[in-house]
T-cell receptor, first 114, second 112 residues
């Protein structure tokens, strides 16, 4: 079955430090992968996506993610975190059924220390 | 473009009441979705539509109904509200298969 796992429920980093959020997926074919960010009380905003091609994907707000097929991973990174990055981050894979729905991980809540 | 819009933003219902959550998009997208988000969980698909006049069930459809009479609108109906339907509801849309989904701001529903 298709699934997404985000092992870290909550992460705290200091402002200016680097960040890596982990995402592992289970999928039988080449996956379509996404990272979304959700600020408190807001909807979901797309950070970046991977469909094919270069396995290092650049997104908005200075984020990037690397697709590693051998590890079934799509980890999100940022070299220097800003206080405004505090939010919840969701990794998702596009399903091959039900209209191409998104299958979401449980989310990782990011806190940023001053 | 306004993107995906949802109304209302907040609603409190009593058990057994009914209501319709509205969703509209102005991007001429074919695909539309309703998800619910519960604390500590990702989003789960309730219903989806691949075009006007075509709808189908997602993972958690019980207690809900949808219709898609136009490309723009995709309302979600709760007929007999139950406490288990307390959640945040998100509508989303996308153009086609190789496109990302765009999300509305959500409706926070409480059933007491």
């Amino acid at each position: 079955a298709q699934s997404v796992t985000q092992p870290d429920i909550h992460i705290t980093v200091s402002e200016g430090a680097s960040l890596e959020l982990r995402c592992n997926y289970s999928y039988g074919a080449t996956p379509y992968l996404f990272w979304y960010v959700q600020s408190p009380g807001q909807g979901l905003q797309l950070l970046l996506k991977y469909f094919s091609g270069d396995t290092l994907v650049q997104g908005i707000k200075g984020f990037e993610a690397e697709f590693k097929r051998s590890q079934s991973s799509f980890n999100l990174r940022k070299p220097s975190v800003h206080w405004s990055d505090a939010a919840e981050y969701f990794c998702a894979v596009g399903a091959n059924n039900q209209g191409g729905k998104l299958i979401f991980g449980q989310g990782t809540e990011l806190s940023v220390k001053p | 473009n306004a993107g995906v819009t949802q109304t209302p933003k907040f609603r409190i219902l009593k058990i057994g009441q009914s209501m319709t959550l509205q969703c509209a998009q102005d991007m001429n997208h074919n695909y539309m979705y309703w998800y619910r988000q519960d604390p500590g969980m990702g989003l789960k698909l309730i219903y989806y539509s691949v075009g006007a006049g075509i709808t189908d069930k997602g993972e958690v459809p019980n207690g809900y109904n949808v219709s898609r009479s136009t490309t723009e609108d995709f309302p979600l109906r709760l007929e007999l509200a139950a406490p288990s339907q307390t959640s945040v509801y998100f509508c989303a849309s996308r153009k086609g298969q190789l496109n990302e989904q765009y999300f509305g701001p959500g409706t926070r529903l409480t059933v007491t």
